[in-house]
């Protein structure tokens, strides 16, 4: 019998082992990361009340001219562990710049620190580079 693989359903799966673990909270809410094949959206969602505090996806209408005047991701030592070696990768520049306009939108609501829900994806490549830009946006998490 050949049995199929379907990938989301098994990134649902993991996402839902997550969730179980993971919650936001008014003073921590969770920063949730949903990744398409060409695009890539963040939210902060405090789960208490049920609502979306902030989010930024490499759709926005802001999203395009940060593109457009350029972003350095760290380099060498400096970048973590996941995105070594993939940082001239233009969805992996789009995720750093998603992470820091979600992180900016979120400090103006004066959230500070976060949960970080990686939605079953591997932390690795967009995933992380979303994370190391809010980080470098000032978010704490």
């Known amino acids: 019998m050949i049995k199929k693989h379907y990938a989301n359903q098994a990134r649902l799966r993991r ?6 673990k993971v919650q936001g909270t008014p003073t921590r809410p969770r920063l949730s990361v949903f ?3 060409n695009e890539i959206y963040a939210q902060v969602i405090d789960d208490a009340r ?5 989010a930024a996806s490499s759709r926005d209408a802001e999203f395009a001219p940060l593109m457009k005047r350029g972003v350095a991701l760290p380099e060498g030592n400096e970048a973590p562990e996941a995105i070594r070696g993939i940082t001239g990768n233009r969805r992996v520049t789009q995720a750093y710049v998603v992470g820091q306009l979600v992180a900016e939108r979120a400090k103006a609501l004066g959230v500070e620190r976060v949960v970080f829900d990686r939605g079953g994806y591997i932390y690795h490549g967009r995933v992380a580079a979303l994370a190391e830009g809010a980080r470098k946006g000032g978010l704490d998490f």
């Open 15 to 20: 996402h839902q082992r997550v969730r179980k």
């Open 35 to 37: 990744r398409s094949a």
């Open 50 to 54: 049920g609502r979306t505090l902030v």
